[in-house]
Antibody, heavy 118, light 110 residues
Framework: QVQLQESGPGLVKPSETLSLTCTVS????????WSWIRQPPGKRLEWIGY???????TYNPSLKSRVTISMDTSKNQFSLKLSSVTAADTAVYYC????????????WGQGTLVTVSS | QSALTQPASVSGSPGQSITISCTGT?????????VSWYQQHPGKAPKLMIY???NRPSGVSNRFSASKSGNTASLTISGLQAEDEGDYYC??????????FGGGTKLTVL
């Protein structure tokens, strides 16, 4: 059974960089697409992007200039960095596995709330 | 890329059937058979209920079915049960090679 777990600071100051890590257990991250999705409180889901085979990434154009997704296969982890954050980036951040990269994540982490505030 | 359009809320009584629509454009819903549906309960992660327009992952009840016509996809839940109450989101792959979600629909079981 594949399991995903997000970790990282729950509070980030405006203009700083949000950094989250997703640890995958029960399967290798060397295959499949590994995604980050966020959900501001009371709002809809927003797809951030994914990484495939450690080197291929695709990002939401609305966030592309601020987002980096990377992978550490030795630790079975992938990470999200979002720079120059504002209050609008306050959200629950989910990591998820997408089998084919067409937007149907079948395994999700429980989500972690990141609040942007001074 | 704009969000897909879903009704804000739907409701139904136990045993009834309800349908949730998801409207996009020819650049997303209408252009690809990569529409997915998710169920989300309060404080929980979304759960994949339908992928590739009408396919159910293993373990998802056959009370959940879905289809697509043109730029609009639809999710139907038959034999409504109290546990079906929650938020439902659609998503679609797009011509920009990204994924876009709908605004979400709150299902209330009366």
């Amino acid at each position: 059974q594949v399991q995903l777990q997000e970790s990282g600071p729950g509070l980030v100051k405006p203009s700083e960089t949000l950094s989250l890590t997703c640890t995958v257990s029960g399967g290798s991250i060397s295959s499949y697409y590994w995604s980050w999705i966020r959900q501001p409180p009371g709002k809809r889901l927003e797809w951030i992007g994914y990484i495939y085979y450690s080197v291929s990434t695709t990002y939401n154009p609305s966030l592309k200039s601020r987002v980096t997704i990377s992978m550490d296969t030795s630790k079975n982890q992938f990470s999200l960095k979002l720079s120059s954050v504002t209050a609008a980036d306050t959200a629950v951040y989910y990591c998820a596995r997408d089998l084919r990269g067409y937007g149907a994540p079948d395994y999700w982490g429980q989500g972690t709330l990141v609040t942007v505030s001074s | 890329q704009s969000a897909l359009t879903q009704p804000a809320s739907v409701s139904g009584s136990p045993g009834q059937s309800i349908t949730i629509s998801c409207t996009g454009t020819s650049s997303d819903v209408g252009g690809y058979n990569y529409v997915s549906w998710y169920q989300q309960h309060p404080g929980k992660a979304p759960k994949l209920m339908i992928y590739d327009v009408s396919n159910r992952p293993s373990g998802v009840s056959n009370r959940f079915s879905a289809s697509k016509s043109g730029n609009t996809a639809s999710l139907t839940i038959s034999g409504l049960q109290a546990e079906d109450e929650g938020d439902y989101y659609c998503s679609s792959y797009t011509s920009s090679s990204i994924v876009v979600f709908g605004g979400g629909t709150k299902l209330t079981v009366l």
